[in-house]
């Protein structure tokens, strides 16, 4: 009998879902070679060993970055439609980078039915994102909100923003 959740054998994805995933992801190889900056360090995932408590795991979808060894700038892709609590898992990746480094730049690219202010993603994500939505908040948490998904030039110019802000030289 099946009593919610996501069915052995499926998941919980679709082609829009892992279209805003593999930008994120792509766009990060991307900055990675064309930054080349010194001190600047992209990883796909954190390590246990840099998770507080050497337990769970953390691989945001636009990897986490790092300047001179310091956290400064992670970011996620979520894409939900406007029902269900998928962008609750969210919570834990932030949770576990903020630890890490309280400051960090945690910037979230919400799509579907779901991303606006008054729907799933941006009730859910309220809470986090005090300062509103739709705008880079330095050192804090950014969300960006679009039903129909985003362009690959408007991803990579929040996300090498977001990184550029954080040099500290």
Sequence with gaps: MF??????GTVA???????????????????VEELNIEGLEYQR????????????????DGGAWFFNGELIAVFEAKKQQDLGNAIERWFKNQYICRAINPGVNYV????????????????????????GFNKYVPNG????????????????????????????F
């Design 3 to 8: 009593r919610g959740g996501i069915q052995k």
């Design 13 to 31: 994805t679709d082609a829009a879902a892992r279209k805003l995933d593999n930008q994120c992801k792509d766009i990060a190889k991307e900055l």
């Design 45 to 60: 995932k954190l390590s246990k060993d840099q998770i507080p408590g050497n337990l769970g795991a953390c691989e945001p």
């Design 108 to 131: 979230t690219f919400c799509s579907g039915e779901g991303a606006y202010k008054e729907g799933v993603i941006g009730k859910a994500l309220a809470v986090a994102h005090l300062d």
């Design 141 to 168: 948490n950014s969300c960006y909100m679009s039903k129909d998904g985003y362009t690959h030039r408007r991803i990579k110019q929040v996300m090498k923003k977001v990184i550029l802000a954080q040099l500290v």
